[in-house]
Structure formats: C-alpha cells, structure tokens
Nanobody, 124 residues
Framework: QVQLVESGGGLVQPGVSLRLSCVAS????????IAWFRQAPGKEREFVAG????????VYADSVKDRFTISRDAAKDTVYLQMDSLKPEDSAVYYC?????????????????WGQGTQVTVSS
C-alpha cells in the first residue's frame, strides 16, 4: 500500500497563491492515480482535482478550473496542487487520495488511500 503526507497549507489572504504537496511512500508512486479532495466544516468532502499515473489525464472540479493546477513529479514521488486566486470559499482541509485505477474521479469511495489533510484558510 501507499502512505500519503500532505503539506503546504496555511492562512492566506484572498487573491494570493498557495502550493500544496502530497508525498507518497511505500509502493511505486507511478502505480497510483492521485487526487485532491477538500472538506469544509459542516460540508461533504468534495473532489478538487485528479491526475492519472502518467499525467495524461487531468480532471478538475468546475469550482477550481482555471485557478488550480495539479501536477506530479515522479522523481520526487510528489503530487502538487498549485492554487491561485484563492477565495474564502476555498477554505477547507485538503486531502490527498490515491488508488490504482479510477472510473469516477469525483467519487471519494473509489480511493483506497488517504492522507491526514492540511488546513487551508483564506481570509482577510
């Protein structure tokens, strides 16, 4: 199995950028599809972005399209989430998730492995 550790969260003002990292350890990094989810207080955990094993397929939630960019660095066993033009509604705990194969990117029950999350707060 794979272990996932997120980092890079923090408190930022609206309009600025933040980059989250998800470092994988355990099995071969390239064996996994990786996605980012987020969960705000009192809300369901929702899909943010996903990237296939070879980066050929990339999917975004409509709410973050054109503002967020997901990428992966095989040499560092790391997936990044570059978040630009942050808004207060982006505030949430952000989770990294992994699975070997994916059918429905946005369904959290399709992901086998999860990190512990990193808090992102966007506030003036």
């Amino acid at each position: 199995q794979v272990q996932l550790v997120e980092s890079g969260g923090g408190l930022v003002q609206p309009g600025v950028s933040l980059r989250l990292s998800c470092v994988a350890s355990g099995r071969t990094f390239s064996d996994y599809v990786i996605a980012w989810f987020r969960q705000a207080p009192g809300k369901e955990r929702e899909f943010v972005a996903g990237i296939s094993r070879t980066s050929i397929a990339i999917v975004y939630a409509d709410s973050v399209k054109d503002r967020f960019t997901i990428s992966r660095d095989a040499a560092k066993d790391t997936v990044y989430l570059q978040m630009d033009s942050l808004k207060p509604e982006d505030s949430a705990v952000y989770y990294c998730a992994a699975t070997e194969t994916i059918t429905h990117w946005k369904r959290k029950d399709e992901y086998k492995y999860w990190g512990q999350g990193t808090q992102v707060t966007v506030s003036s």
